[in-house]
C-alpha cells in the first residue's frame, strides 16, 4: 500500500477536470458554427459575371454557306472578256465555212475585220503536218507568211480607192490556208510526188486563191477585179504546195 501511495503521489498531477472538458466540447461546437455561417455567407455573396456570356458558347445554328469565288472557267467564258480579246467564235465559224465554200457569198461586214485567231492556228496546223510527215519547215512557213502578206497588202492598197489594214490581209490569206492544211495532213499517210500528188496540189491552189479572192473583193467592194486578186494568191499558195509536195 505504501507503493501505491508513492505512486498516487508520484503521478503527474493536471488541473483538467470534467468542467473543463465541457468548456472545450462547447468551444469547438461554437467554432463549428462560427465556419458554418461563413460559408453560408460566401455562398450567399453574388458571383462575378462571366466574360464571355453562355449564349457566346452556344452554336447560333447559322445555316448559310461560306462564300465561294467563280471558277476560272466562268470568269473566262464570260463575253465581255472574250471581245476584249478580239476573239469571236460565231465569226471564226462563219470565215471558216467561207473559205471551205468557195462558192458561197462572203460578208464583206465580218471579212474586213483583224481576227489573227483562225490564221496562227491554221499556221501552226500547217507546220505540224509538215513536221508529221518528216518535213520541219516552221520557219519556212512563217518567213513566207509575213512576206506574202506585205506583198498582197501593198498590192490590194494599190488596187483598191479604200486603203486595208496589214491584220485584214493576214487575216483573209492565213484563213484561206485551210485547204493547204487539208493537203499537208494528206502527205502524212502517202506520198504526193505523182501526178496525183500534182494534180491535188493545184487543185488545192486554186482552192485558196479562189477563197481569198472572193474574201477581198467582198471586203473592199472590188467588183470585176477577181482575177487580178487571185493571180498574186495562187503565187503565194503555190509556195506553200512546194513545200508541202517536195
Not at 33 to 57: C, D, F, H, I, T
Not at 84 to 100: A, C, E, P, R, S
Not at 201 to 206: D, H, R, S
Request: glycine share 10%.
Amino acid at each position: 500500500m505504501s507503493n501505491l501511495g508513492q505512486f498516487d503521489t508520484d503521478f503527474y498531477q493536471s488541473n483538467y477536470t470534467i468542467d473543463n472538458q465541457e468548456q472545450n466540447y462547447n468551444d469547438s461546437n461554437a467554432y463549428g458554427n462560427l465556419y458554418g455561417s461563413g460559408e453560408r455567407q460566401a455562398s450567399k455573396q453574388p458571383q462575378p459575371a462571366p466574360l464571355v456570356s453562355p449564349e457566346m458558347l452556344v452554336p447560333s445554328g447559322y445555316a448559310g454557306q461560306f462564300f465561294q469565288p467563280a471558277s476560272n472557267l466562268d470568269y473566262y467564258s464570260q463575253s465581255p472578256y472574250i471581245d476584249k480579246l478580239g476573239i469571236n467564235f460565231d465569226h471564226i465559224w462563219q470565215k471558216t465555212l467561207t473559205v471551205l465554200n468557195p462558192m458561197k457569198p462572203a460578208d464583206g461586214s465580218i471579212m474586213n475585220e483583224t481576227d489573227l485567231t483562225g490564221p496562227i492556228l491554221f499556221c501552226v496546223a500547217l507546220g505540224a503536218t509538215l513536221l508529221l510527215a518528216g518535213k520541219v519547215q516552221f520557219g519556212y512557213v512563217y518567213g513566207m507568211s509575213a512576206i506574202g502578206c506585205l506583198g498582197i497588202h501593198a498590192l490590194l492598197n494599190l488596187m483598191s480607192s479604200a486603203g486595208v489594214s496589214y491584220g485584214c490581209v493576214a487575216s483573209v490569206l492565213g484563213y484561206c490556208l485551210l485547204p493547204m492544211v487539208i493537203l499537208s495532213s494528206c502527205a502524212i499517210f502517202f506520198s504526193l510526188q505523182g501526178t496525183f500528188g500534182t494534180m491535188s496540189a493545184l487543185v488545192i491552189v486554186g482552192w485558196c486563191s479562189l477563197s481569198a479572192s472572193k474574201i477581198f473583193i467582198s471586203a473592199l467592194d472590188m467588183e470585176g477585179q477577181q482575177l487580178l486578186i487571185a493571180y498574186p494568191c495562187a503565187l503565194l499558195y503555190g509556195l506553200f504546195a512546194l513545200l508541202t509536195v517536195f
